[in-house]
């Protein structure tokens, strides 16, 4: 099986060495170029946590102010882990979504405590910052780095598609399956989906692709990097026993 992985180079290049183990082959399409914000307003504060919904947003931080003597509660663990490594200590997991970030820091952060800060790009929805400031927090959201889209799919992937090379197609985002969605029919690359499977981080970055003739849409189980693998594993064992049991 061969897959387009569609995240930014840096975590293109981590799942990528994820499917090897599990005997896909990626290819890389980076559907976006992840630029720093250098401008951003000394920090507020005091804050009693930082919130992290994504790795690069921990990275961005970093870089940016530094790692302060604060806990940090964060979307999933791979962004968990990675947090860890720059040295963020205590570090929380939500291992979920949105909305089971809200509830973990409902458990350890009263709202009267004093404010949340929030990394975030320029690309993010924010039902984190609805959910909390529902529940009376003061949540500090920053744009600390862009996610420039790319203008094009790159000349190989569009020789892939056109020649049946290319098996599907992997989202972790509802901006990423959008942009493909978009660059394909820009390319006049449309019938190419009916050879294609899209495995979807979740339900919202699957409705990006309706309108489309796809083989098969696939959404994980859970919003983890995980659950993507397993979901993938899965439907590629398939594959192998339905061409294995073929005539």
């Known amino acids: 099986m061969k897959l387009l992985v569609t995240r930014p180079r840096e975590d293109g290049l981590a799942t990528a060495a994820a499917l090897h183990k599990i005997r896909v082959k990626a290819i ?37 102010f530094g790692i302060p003597d604060l806990p940090c509660f964060c979307v999933g663990d791979r962004t968990a882990e990675t947090a860890r490594e720059l040295g963020f200590h205590p570090v929380y997991s939500a291992n979920g979504n949105a909305e089971d970030l809200a509830v973990l820091v409902q458990q350890h952060c009263p709202p009267t405590e004093g404010p949340l800060f929030r ?69 006049n690359l449309t019938e190419t989906c009916a050879q294609l499977e899209a495995f979807c981080i979740s339900q919202a970055a699957a409705r990006q692709l309706d309108g489309l003739n796809w083989r098969a849409v696939h959404i994980a189980a859970h919003p983890s990097q995980e659950a993507m693998l397993q979901l993938i594993e899965q439907h590629r064992h398939h594959a192998h026993d339905v061409t294995e049991t073929s005539p």
């Not at 980076?30 to 009693?48: A, F, T």
């Open 119 to 187: 990394a975030a790009g320029d690309h993010d929805d924010d039902p984190l910052s609805d959910a909390l400031t529902a529940l009376h927090y003061t949540i500090d959201t920053r744009t600390l780095y862009r996610a420039v889209p790319v203008p094009r799919l790159q000349r190989g992937t569009v020789t892939g598609l056109l020649r049946h090379f290319i098996d599907g197609a992997v989202f972790f985002s509802p901006a990423a399956a959008h942009h493909f969605k978009n660059l394909l029919i820009q390319d």
């Open 28 to 64: 890389l399409e980076p559907l976006y170029r992840l630029e720093q914000e250098n401008e951003i307003p000394p920090l507020g504060g005091p804050y009693q946590a930082l919130l992290f919904t994504s790795r690069n947003g921990a990275k961005a931080f970093s870089r940016l």
